[in-house]
């Protein structure tokens, strides 16, 4: 049963970064460090032994990767959640999002031309929320998540089978490998637009971008001002950006904005359900998936409000139970439904 005391390893190939995280983890309570690692190799026997909790992770080391490091893991059944910790080099994004997309639990920068002083304090913050919400996945209870309110009762909505003009697709922590679950499920011809978004740095959402794209029959795109949403493209929120959506006579376009972030998100669930909701009207089909926090409760409930439909993801199978759980204890949810399921009930709302 878990105490609440998390047991980190770091592992890390330049001793500078290795002893700036355990000093940071040092100034975390209720973290316990249970070992350090300079190589892959060493990394997968240190977690063998000491079986940490957590692992910061970094993702480029000589010899065995973070990536195979995380293969190994598994191939050993050893699950830690895995924290990737990336450079900016032309690599470290695409290898930060494929180790995203193998289940690392979530990922930070290292920070670079800052102060040391400045570094660690971005460091500590960035581990800190990340080490919360690995506290907050271990301690749910998904029995519990069956205690849950019904919808609550508002406008008439679309009836099964309805064409929606709009897919809203939100999520954080555990998100690359949501997506991956849904969106290379979704059929070519789609009537539909479809726009997601991930809680990520905007280093990392091309390369999101691209590996979606490189596994689907659709389009995905990181979106850009002015560009046109049409039926059948995904189009990815880009980092550091609210993504919403204007009107031009029949023509939808994208609306970037570096406005303020809501719950600490930038881009935001809320802004883009809101102005999808004020655009499409009943068209709008929201769905919430695995992440901390609470973004995207009040754009459901504007979704709602217009006729629009709601599916939240069920607990079982989150990385962390945050985003969908505050959709469902608002009672704004219509169908919660588990990942595995969510491509097809999607469909199911086009046939």
């Given amino acids: 049963m878990f105490d609440g005391v998390l047991r980190v390893a770091v592992i890390d190939d330049s001793a500078l970064y290795r002893q700036m995280i355990l000093n940071v983890l040092g100034r975390i309570a209720g973290v316990e460090v249970v070992g350090t690692a300079a190589d892959g190799d060493a990394a997968v026997e240190l977690v063998a032994r000491a079986r940490p909790d957590v692992i910061t992770l970094d993702v480029q080391m000589p010899g065995r990767d973070g990536i195979e490091v995380l293969r190994a893991l598994r191939q050993r059944g050893l699950a830690p959640r895995s924290i990737m910790v990336s450079s900016l080099t032309a690599q470290g994004a695409p290898a930060t999002v494929a180790a995203l997309m193998e289940g690392a639990f979530d990922a930070i920068l290292k920070p670079a ?206 990385v962390v139970f945050g985003m969908p759980k505050a959709v469902i204890m608002a009672g704004l949810a219509d169908e919660i439904v588990p990942l595995e399921q969510v491509a097809a009930t999607v469909i199911g709302h086009f046939g």
């Fill in 113 to 318: 031309g800052v102060d040391p002083h400045v570094s660690r304090e971005l460091i500590q913050r960035e581990l800190s929320e990340k080490l919360n919400a690995v506290r907050e996945s271990m301690a749910v209870s998904p029995a519990g998540a069956t205690l849950l309110p019904p919808p609550q009762k508002m406008p008439p909505r679309p009836a099964l089978g309805t064409r929606f003009d709009c897919v809203v697709i939100g999520t954080s922590t555990g998100g690359p490998q949501a997506l991956r679950a849904v969106i290379p499920l979704l059929p070519v011809g789609l009537p539909a637009a479809v726009l997601v978004v991930q809680h990520i740095p905007a280093q990392f959402t091309s390369s999101l971008a691209e590996r979606l794209d490189s596994g689907s029959r659709l389009r995905v795109v990181e979106a850009t001002e002015g560009m046109t949403v049409e039926s059948g493209r995904v189009l990815l929120a880009p980092g550091g950006m609210h993504l919403g959506v204007g009107r031009r006579g029949e023509q939808i376009f994208c609306v970037l904005d570096d406005g303020p972030r809501r719950h600490g998100c930038r881009p935001s669930l809320d802004h883009l359900l809101e102005s999808a909701a004020a655009t499409y009207g009943s068209k709008v089909l929201a769905i919430v998936l695995t992440g901390m926090g609470c973004d995207g409760a009040e754009g459901c409930r504007a979704v709602r409000e217009r006729g629009g439909r709601v599916i939240a993801q069920a607990a079982e199978g989150c």
